[in-house]
């Protein structure tokens, strides 16, 4: 009987010890998820929508994952700059203006970035703030 | 058990007079009485209720509407702007759900007031209506001077608006969605940024137009 108990103390233990060991990436994914979920309230969800569905042809959805994918490296300063370019999303044209916000740093802009890219039926993975920095040059 | 039934029997017509007691909007706004003369000659008191005053504004196409396209009709009226980015697309984005219900009714109406009036011209307007995706006769997108706007929202329909260049977007107000009866009283204020209330909003619709004259 006391065999039997230890047995199981035992594999709980090692279980346990296993399931903790999440890798490093994951949970630095999902600190970023988190802290990207409140800033989308405060700054994205007016327009965008809870679920990114967007509103009319006012605001475009955030739902299209080939637009997000081929303008991963403009998200950044669409984000900090605005944006009142026409762009086509779901196939539908938008050419409101979206305000910039400049207030933002880096990292609350990768944040957002990851939760938007991996929230709504995506799944497109880490970036991280100094990915930020790299794209910001490069806006337009 | 005869005294039973019959004091049950008593109960029964109780639940169904309570229940054929009709729910009614309370109407707000400050009221005054005035004193008329009955038809049998004795003076009586009336109460006189607040009242929506006459209006003309440009719509959406540049045309003029007035108190008269909204006789005989209730309609939920809000104060707004295009390039508000805060409350009035989560105000816009409920709104839009009541229009979308109450569509078929021709009794039912909106009334969408601007008060960016350096910018929101009529065909600003009438973009903001074709993207929203409700640009048609039931809910009109208003354009006015700034006085008569502004006094309207504060004095009449009880929603404080302001310009104010710290703001955000250079403007701040309430985003009260506010209902009006056929007689241009009011009804109910709603915060169209809050999904229950303006769940709220539909059900009172339905009870004012259930309201006999």
């Known amino acids: 009987m ?14 346990s010890i296993i399931l903790s060991c999440q890798d490093e990436g994951q949970i630095e994914q999902a600190k970023y998820l988190t802290g ?45 700059n605005g944006l009142s370019d026409t762009i086509t999303v779901n196939d539908v044209k938008y050419d409101g203006k979206m305000p910039g916000f400049k207030q933002l740093n880096d990292i609350d802009i990768a944040k957002l970035i990851v939760y938007i890219t991996n929230s709504f039926g995506h799944k497109q993975g880490m970036y991280k703030y100094e990915q ?5 040059q490069n806006c337009k | 058990m005869k005294r039973t039934v019959i004091s049950l ?61 909204f006789k005989g009709k209730i309609y939920v009226t809000d104060f707004f702007f295009t390039s508000c980015s805060t409350i009035c697309p989560v105000m ?13 009714n021709p009794e039912v109406m909106f009334l969408s007031h601007t008060i960016d009036f350096k ?14 995706g409700v640009d048609t006769k039931k809910w009109e997108f208003v ?19 302001k310009e104010d260049s710290s703001a955000t977007d250079g ?36 009870i004012l137009l259930a309201e006999k004259e």
């Open chain 1, 2 to 15: 006391r065999k039997y108990i230890l047995a199981i103390v035992f594999s709980l233990l090692i279980g």
């Open chain 1, 36 to 80: 990207g979920k409140d800033l989308y309230k405060l700054h994205c969800q007016n327009c965008h929508g809870e679920n990114g569905e967007g509103l009319g042809e006012l605001a475009p959805p955030l739902t299209d994952s080939v637009f997000l994918a081929e303008h991963k490296q403009k998200l950044a300063c669409y984000i900090k």
């Open chain 1, 132 to 136: 930020v920095a790299a794209d910001l």
């Open chain 2, 9 to 69: 029997w008593a109960l029964c017509f109780l639940f169904l007079f309570s229940c054929s007691n009709e729910k009614k909007l309370p109407i707000f706004g400050e009221r005054s009485v005035k004193i008329v003369k009955g038809t049998d000659g004795i003076d009586r008191i009336d109460t006189v209720y607040k009242t929506v005053p006459d209006f003309k504004f440009l719509n959406q196409d540049s045309v003029y509407i007035t108190q008269d396209d």
């Open chain 2, 92 to 104: 816009h984005r409920n709104l839009k759900e009541v229009y979308e219900k109450f569509k078929s």
């Open chain 2, 119 to 132: 910018y929101d011209k009529p065909s600003v307007l009438k973009k903001y209506a074709q993207k929203l």
């Open chain 2, 143 to 161: 354009y006015g001077d700034k006085e008569s706007v502004y006094t309207l929202a504060e004095k009449d329909y009880l929603v404080a608006v």
């Open chain 2, 171 to 206: 403007y701040i107000h309430q985003g009260w969605l506010v209902l009006v009866d056929k007689h241009r009283r009011l009804r109910g204020a709603y915060d169209g940024t809050k999904s229950e209330e303006v769940a709220k909003l539909e059900k009172d619709i339905a």
